[in-house]
């Protein structure tokens, strides 16, 4: 056991470090060390449990939402959904950096995205902040940090990704489960943006009446709804996760083309396209790192690591902290679906040893890898920014970290306090 996880482990962080796709890299390392187990036939197993990893009926859901997210970021959402986020909280000290908060939020959710909440929302509020006189940098952390939380606020891929690798979690628990986590993440990296703009004493936006909320809303409404469509049809049971990702589809295609009329039919081949190539790169993900997860199981890898970290201590206070110090570690040069492919099948025989419920464990360490988004070297989030911001990483690091300790808290909050996590999937009874 001990050869296979050393050939594994060098193999890979090898690779990684030649710059080899992560796909690829987890695909080869997995080959090496099945290939010294010797009596196992090789490019049998592997080929078998890559076709069998993504042969998921759940897992169809993703090339749904992410082409649900594309249309929806194509089709005008962002500029209806600022609009809305201005009326609500632009007035304040400050304001501008609460629209971009909350606007991320809202469109982050819609999309499913975090990098299509960064371009969409920061190429137009970044530049808006600047006019009004905000630190280019701090406009640049603000959107960065807050476009994460829309992989936390349901419909979420990476939700669906963590449900199919435990086998016994429902998306829709997991849906419900980031809600209260995401808005928990939005409201304190606003706390800290309200704080560092009454320092400097940035303005407030427009001043907007009760009118113009009520005009903005009913500009907005139709957006937001997909979200209130998707939960409450899963939680309704009237359709699945996967049939809600498809109509998901429908909705998004109709407000974009046919409503809105910001997405013309000879773009949906190029829409397509995109959709097609995101989807492919994820599935190539999902078998390698599912042949790999059978080689850790096979080893019996996930209990022995188990077994050893319940050893160092049998204080769940101090083994939860260890756990998410190495998925912070983890996420600063890994992305967020390889490394929840990965470490799922090694940490969660740990969390449940401790009595943790593997829904909640799910939201930890999602919102865990949701910061490394925005970290070097890694940071697909914090790139994007930058591009958008026109600002450089290093111009922009500093004033990154009082958000960087917004998100920690609130990954603290969440990891101890599982209340946040269960609540509503207590009320709907998707949990225990």
């Known amino acids: 056991m001990e050869a296979q996880a050393i050939i594994l482990a060098t193999s890979f962080l090898t690779l990684l470090l030649m710059g080899v796709p992560i796909a690829v890299a987890i695909g080869l390392s997995t080959w090496l060390a099945v290939l010294s187990l010797g009596h196992v036939p090789t490019c049998y197993i592997l080929a078998q449990r890559m076709s069998t990893g993504i042969a998921s009926f759940p897992l169809l859901a993703i090339p749904f939402f992410i082409l649900a997210g594309i249309l929806m970021g194509e089709g005008g959402m962002a500029r209806r959904l600022i609009d809305f986020a201005a009326a609500l909280v632009g007035r304040f000290t400050g304001g501008l950096s609460y629209v971009s908060v909350l606007t991320c939020m809202m469109f982050g959710a819609i999309s499913g995205s975090a990098t299509a909440a960064v371009s969409s929302i920061g190429g137009f509020m970044i530049p808006e902040m600047n006019k009004k006189g905000y630190d280019r940098r701090f406009s640049v952390a603000v959107t960065t940090t807050a476009a994460t939380t829309g992989l936390i606020i349901p419909p979420s891929n990476i939700m669906i990704v963590y449900a199919v690798v435990t086998g016994n979690i429902s998306v829709a628990a997991m849906f419900l489960a980031g809600v209260l986590p995401g808005v928990v993440v939005g409201l304190l990296i606003m706390a800290v943006a309200g704080m560092i703009s009454t320092h400097r004493g940035y303005g407030g936006g427009m001043r907007a009446g009760l009118r113009d909320v009520f005009r903005t809303a009913r500009r907005a409404v139709l957006s937001l709804l997909l979200v209130v469509i998707v939960l409450a049809g899963i939680l309704g049971g009237v359709f699945s996760a996967t049939e809600a990702a498809a109509i998901a589809v429908l909705y998004a295609f109709v407000l974009a083309v046919l409503v809105y009329r910001e997405v013309r039919l000879r773009d949906l081949p190029r829409i397509l396209l995109r959709c097609g190539i995101t989807t492919s790169v994820i599935m190539l993900l999902i078998g390698t790192s599912q042949a790999m997860s059978w080689l850790l199981a096979y080893e019996n890898i996930p209990q ?75 940071g697909t989030c914090l790139f994007v920014g930058c591009g958008v911001g026109g600002t450089s990483i290093a111009e922009v690091t500093r004033p990154m970290v009082p958000f960087f300790l917004a998100m920690l808290a609130a990954l603290m909050l969440i990891a101890y306090v599982p209340w946040l996590s269960l609540w509503l999937p207590q009320l709907a009874g998707l949990a225990k």
Do not use: E, K
């Not at 083994?319 to 570690?329: F, G, H, Q, S």
């Open 304 to 378: 022995s690591v188990s077994r050893a970290m319940l050893g160092l201590s049998d204080n769940p206070v101090v083994i939860l902290l260890w756990i998410n110090v190495l998925l912070l570690a983890v996420g600063t040069f890994m992305d967020m679906t390889p490394a929840v492919l990965i470490f799922t099948p090694i940490f969660l025989p740990v969390v449940i040893g401790l009595g943790m419920d593997p829904v909640h464990f799910g939201i930890m360490m999602i919102v865990n890898l949701c910061i490394g988004l925005c970290t070097p070297p890694v």
